[in-house]
């Protein structure tokens, strides 16, 4: 056991290029950002646990955990809190069946910059993923067993997948144990975790826009439907997807090599078949919000398209050059959306023992 106060901080993540054709095993672009969730452990000597999530607003929680990894807390939990503290108990269990007990801890999140400050929205930036690799990150160095950085994905992936269920490509775990920008091939199954994560540099004259548009949406139930689509028309499916595989194997290799207007045109090729994509599974991938901000990212010059799963959410706009960029900042500033400060975040996590205990 760490006799410190051992800090952890990890991106969120940004899906650039791939959304849907990652799940059929394609490269999806992804980017790794500078919001971080920032996990810190300090050690408790009575076998207490005690969490404290500031940005949530949950009162202190205290508990001990038994062999097994499960929790038995001092008092009685409300469903809402327990549900808050669903995905951070089935870590600890996690971490506990793998690496023997745990002890006594106190356990400090803050997953602030994942959330909307005046809304409370949360955005939809990986930030189980960031928890995941932070929380995992903290407790592995708490208990003397640090994590390489060549096995942190794939330990993560597998954390993840526990606390998650069997969901999720590994995109966002990958972009926040790794950093920087990436194409990212999910692992064929949990039993052959060969996922491919090649690092890329940032071409010179790509300048991107991140873009909230007001509202979340849901990954889960759009993944869904996209699979009853799949489900029950496979030959519409196939053919629609081959097309999205396609340009998002061209899309990573434009990237790669620097071919700007390239990539520009597969954004747009890509937008399209997420909106054909959508209208034949009934789900509002492209919706409305994201039509109407499209429309004057291109009336501005540049080109856009949804982060991630769509309908809400966020978007990217993308341009060759900083006078267009600039453009687009004013022309979204003076409507009803808004402009995010999302950068590259060129590292992925990083752990810092903060106070020597005497």
């Keep these: 056991m760490q006799e410190s106060t051992i800090c952890v901080k990890s991106p969120g993540k940004l899906i650039l290029l791939g959304e849907y054709a990652v799940l059929e095993h394609a490269p999806a672009l992804v ?12 050690p408790l000597y009575n076998s207490t646990f005690q969490i404290r999530t500031g940005n949530l607003n ?10 097994e990894g499960d929790a038995h807390f001092r008092t009685t939990l409300s469903d809402k809190t327990e549900r808050q503290l669903r995905f951070v108990l089935s870590m600890l269990k996690y971490v506990t069946q793998r690496n023997g007990k745990i002890p006594g801890a106190s356990i400090e999140i803050d997953t602030a910059p994942f959330y909307h400050k005046t809304t409370g929205h949360k955005f939809g930036l990986g930030s189980s993923a960031a928890l995941t690799v932070s929380l995992l990150s903290a407790l592995m ?18 954390a993840h997948r526990h606390a998650q269920g069997k969901l999720g490509s590994g995109t966002d775990i990958a972009a926040s144990a790794t950093g ?11 039993d052959k975790l060969n ?29 869904s439907n996209v699979n009853v689509f799949r489900d029950q028309h496979p ?16 899309g990573s290799w434009a990237f790669e090599n620097g071919d700007t207007d390239a990539f520009l045109n597969i954004v747009d090729d890509f937008k399209n078949q997420e909106y054909l994509l959508g209208q034949e599974s009934d789900t509002e991938i492209i ?4 039509q109407e901000i499209f429309r004057m990212v291109r009336n501005a010059g540049g080109t856009y398209k949804p982060s991630g799963a769509g309908g809400g959410d966020i978007g990217v706009a993308f341009c060759k050059d900083l006078v267009t960029a600039d453009r687009i900042r004013h022309v979204i500033k003076e409507s009803m959306f808004d402009v995010m400060d999302l950068k590259m975040c ?13």
């Design 31 to 42: 980017t790794a950002i500078n919001r971080h969730c920032v996990v810190k452990i300090s």
């Design 58 to 67: 949950l009162p202190e929680i205290q508990f001990t955990l038994d062999s």
């Design 141 to 158: 160095e708490y208990l003397n067993k640090h994590i390489e950085q060549e096995d942190l994905y794939r330990e993560a992936y597998l």
């Design 180 to 190: 920087g920008v990436m194409s990212y091939t999910m692992p064929e199954s949990i």
């Design 195 to 223: 996922g491919q994560v090649k690092t890329h540099s940032w071409p010179e004259n790509l300048h991107m826009i991140t873009i909230w548009a007001g509202y979340s949406a849901s990954t889960r139930s759009f993944v």
């Design 235 to 250: 030959v519409r499916y196939d053919s629609i997807m081959r097309t999205m595989m396609e340009l998002s194997h061209e």
């Design 287 to 290: 919706s409305d919000v994201h």
């Design 346 to 358: 060129p590292t992925g996590m990083e752990v810092v023992h903060t106070m020597n205990i005497e």
